[in-house]
Nanobody
Framework: QVLLAESGGGVVQAGDSLRLSCAASGRVFTKYAMAWFRQTPGKQREFVAIISWSGGVTSYTDSVKGRFTISRDYAKNTVDLQMNSLKPEDTGVYYC??????????????????WGQGTQVTVSS
C-alpha cells in the first residue's frame, strides 16, 4: 500500500510559477514509477509528466514540454512538479500517481495503482 499526498497548488496569474509536491509513504518508494496527471471538469484525467523507477527517464505531454519539470527525491520520498510559464489552460486538479508494475509507464491512467487526493491549480489570464 502506498499513500500519496499532494501539496503546493494555488491561484496564480499567467506566466507565474508553482511547485507541486507529492509525499509518498508506505511501501518501498524506489519500486514505483511516478507521475502527475491533471483533470478539469467534464474532461478525462490527462497525463502531464512521468518519471521512471530510476529517476533517469522522464516524459511529458507536449503542451508542457519546456515549461514543466518532474523530479524525485528518494531520501524524502517525494516527487515534485516544477511548473513555469503557467497558462490558463494549465488550470485543473493535479494528481500524483504511482505505478508498481512498469519501470516507465506509457501515460495511461489505467497503469497506475495509487492516487493522491489532488491539489487545485488555477491560472488566471
Amino acid at each position: 500500500q502506498v499513500l500519496l499526498a499532494e501539496s503546493g497548488g494555488g491561484v496564480v496569474q499567467a506566466g507565474d510559477s508553482l511547485r507541486l509536491s507529492c509525499a509518498a509513504s508506505g511501501r518501498v518508494f524506489t519500486k514505483y514509477a511516478m507521475a502527475w496527471f491533471r483533470q478539469t471538469p467534464g474532461k478525462q484525467r490527462e497525463f502531464v509528466a512521468i518519471i521512471s523507477w530510476s529517476g533517469g527517464v522522464t516524459s511529458y505531454t507536449d503542451s508542457v514540454k519546456g515549461r514543466f519539470t518532474i523530479s524525485r527525491d528518494y531520501a524524502k520520498n517525494t516527487v515534485d512538479l516544477q511548473m513555469n510559464s503557467l497558462k490558463p489552460e494549465d488550470t485543473g486538479v493535479y494528481y500524483c500517481a504511482a505505478d508498481s508494475v512498469h519501470a516507465l509507464p506509457s501515460g495511461s491512467s489505467e497503469e497506475f495503482d495509487y492516487w493522491g487526493q489532488g491539489t487545485q491549480v488555477t491560472v488566471s489570464s
